[in-house]
């Protein structure tokens, strides 16, 4: 059990390593806006691996594992509020990227509900192995959901002005470690 819920938060944090952007840093609003999206994704991300941390040096009960979703349920509503306060990229296709971003927002936040509620009715060694399960897909569904985010922003407007801001931006680099 402990494994598999280690092994899940592993590959969501190494999705997230690589689902962002790359380059040097810009000035444009745009590039501000772009910064501002892997900011706060890269917060997210660190806190997520502080609670991976947390659950790997600590024995695993259903204590420990509740007390885990609710510190990735915090740390989502975090994100959801970061990247609603960055409005829109100026571009032709910021309210689409606003949107996109505010749909991967509340994605987040009902795959955070999905395995808290997953935790919250599990009982017995079957019920808490059902409810790593559940959070272990769960945490699959949310890395292609950023992964997917971050391709389909850097995608949206012909002038490849948000890819653009992406690859210009120092706060990006390190989602993709470069």
Avoid: H
């Avoid at 306060?85 to 996109?100: I, Y």
């Avoid at 994605?107 to 935790?119: H, P, R």
């Avoid at 985010?149 to 407007?157: A, C, E, K, P, Y």
């Amino acid at each position: 059990m402990r494994k598999t819920l280690i092994g899940a938060c592993a590959a969501l944090l190494a999705v997230l390593a690589v689902a962002g952007c790359g380059g040097s840093s810009g000035t444009t609003a745009t590039d501000t806006w772009a910064s501002g999206v892997c900011t706060a994704i890269t917060t997210w991300q660190n806190q997520l691996k502080s609670i991976e941390t947390s659950v790997k040096s600590g024995n695993v009960t259903k204590d420990s594992i509740n007390n885990a979703v609710s510190q990735a349920q915090s740390a989502t509503e975090q994100l959801g509020k970061s990247l609603k306060k960055l409005g829109k990229p100026d571009t032709q296709a910021g309210q689409q990227a606003k949107t996109d971003v505010q749909n991967l927002s509340d994605d987040l936040s009902k795959g955070v509900k999905t395995i808290q509620d997953a935790v919250s009715n599990a009982s017995g060694a079957a019920g808490v192995l059902s409810a790593v399960s559940t959070a272990a897909g769960t945490l699959s569904t949310m890395v292609t959901q950023v992964t997917t985010t971050m391709t389909d922003l850097q995608q949206l407007d012909a002038t490849g002005e948000l890819e653009k801001a992406f690859k210009n931006s120092a706060a990006c680099k390190p989602l993709l470690g470069s």
